[in-house]
């Protein structure tokens, strides 16, 4: 990954120059690009192209402008990068790759708003980090895995920081708060008592099925299995009626991404152990917003987590994320209504925050968020309607909202918002 950076870093080296310099717009004004990183391909088109529709909007309400601390005024363009490839239908180790030395290289850009796959940011992040310039930030709207700010796996978090130096932020919780709220919402709300956990093999899925399964056990829930299931495989049959001779269990939990055969997953468990209201079902934030899920048959009444505040509930309190919703439907001719296009907004003020303490250059908007108090939006102008806190020394956000949705007549409903005990 070093020798590729380096590879990237000498081929744009005359655009990189000019990036430390706060970049140009070639008119005698200067100019600054912010970019997205997300899979634009796939099962996550339509969110994504939602949040990226809704970062434009923003953009364009504060008149593509800010300034930095000496005054000094940017006009603000932005770029949607895709880190998702048609032929997998999702994000991509090679593109992720392609993306990060391909934000390094271009000339004005200052920082990147993403990514959606903890998987993908585990790629990018390192290589933003060893920037010249920089290190460059990214900050994300939906990244949960632990490992990115904390101690986690081995060599986590710094190995993804060569230099030492942090760049990366998020504006959402983790998946060791999440998952904790699933189990202790499975134990005291739905009355589990045996649960079997599956993952997706992913980064992500590993990551917050395990903290499920290590927190199931003190809320009185057995579980009867960990495992990961191959999401390749034409059905799961097999492996519902494993479980089924097991005896007992009246739960599945499944941590996953639904775009990761979540819906055949979901369609062998109906169909081998029964209905949600028999055998509860819960996921984690990774089926949260994808309509074809929504509207699968099988799928009504699953129950699902997600690490943060439901785009209803965030509207539902008024002020500046109803004032934006309300916008948005002006514009666009449809509803705002997915969560993480509205952090996505969240994650793009943070860096707007750290434009206006820097000095222009990738490497002061860094600073400006891991040095000092570090980055916060007030709850009068923050999109979450309430503060937003970034950790200096971790990069995390200080919110630890939880929310439980249930999948009702097609629709994502919110069931209540949950506290970590």
């Known amino acids: 990954m070093k020798k590729t950076m380096k590879v990237a870093a000498f081929a744009g080296v005359a655009s990189l120059l000019l990036a430390a310099c706060g970049g140009s717009s070639g008119g005698g004004g200067k100019s600054l690009t912010i970019s997205s990183d997300l899979p634009l391909q796939g099962t996550n088109k339509d969110q994504n192209d939602e949040a ?65 796959n903890s998987g993908c940011a585990k790629i990018i992040v390192p290589i933003l980090n060893q920037d010249p310039n920089g290190p460059m930030l990214m900050v994300s709207n939906a990244n949960t895995n632990p490992g990115l700010t904390k101690p986690w796996d081995p060599g986590e978090p710094e190995k993804y920081y060569p230099t030492g130096v942090r760049n990366y932020a998020r504006v959402i919780s983790t998946d060791d708060f999440q998952g904790a709220a699933g189990a202790q919402f499975m134990a005291q709300k739905a009355g589990v008592k045996k649960c079997y956990v599956l993952n997706d093999n992913s980064t ?84 949260v917003g994808y309509p074809d899920f929504d509207k699968m048959p099988e799928a009504q009444g699953a129950y699902m987590s997600f690490s943060g505040l439901a785009a209803d509930s965030l509207i539902a309190r008024g002020g500046k994320p109803a004032e934006f919703a309300k916008a948005f439907q002006a514009k666009y001719g449809s509803p705002l209504q997915n969560s993480y296009s509205i952090y996505a907004v969240a994650a793009l003020q943070v860096i707007l925050a750290a434009i206006e303490q820097s000095d222009g250059t990738r490497k002061s908007v860094t600073s400006a968020v891991f040095s000092g108090s570090g980055i916060s939006v007030p709850t009068d102008s923050s999109m979450l309607g309430q503060a937003i806190q970034i950790d200096p020394k971790t990069g995390d956000t200080t919110a630890r909202d939880m929310t439980i949705l249930q999948l009702q007549n097609g629709k994502e409903m919110t069931l209540m918002p949950w506290t970590v005990q």
């Open 52 to 116: 990226n529709n809704a970062m434009k909007l923003y953009l364009d309400q504060i008149g593509n402008k800010v300034k930095d601390k000496s005054g000094t005024e940017y006009t603000l363009s932005f770029k949607a990068y895709d880190d998702s490839t048609a032929a997998k239908g999702s994000w991509d180790d090679a593109q992720c790759a392609k993306n990060a030395q391909d934000h390094v290289a271009n000339a004005n850009e200052i920082a990147v708003m993403g990514t959606f």
């Open 204 to 287: 992500y899925g590993q990551g917050v099925s395990k903290a499920f399964a290590d927190n199931a056990p003190k809320q009185g829930i057995t579980v009867a299995g960990f495992a990961p299931y191959d999401p390749k495989q034409p059905n799961y049959t097999a492996l519902f009626n494993k479980i089924k001779a097991l005896g007992g269990v009246d739960c599945i939990y499944v941590g996953a991404t639904f775009d990761q055969n979540g819906g055949q997953i979901v369609k062998d468990k109906v169909a081998v152990l029964g209905d949600n209201t028999k055998v509860k079902f819960l996921a984690p934030d990774g089926f």
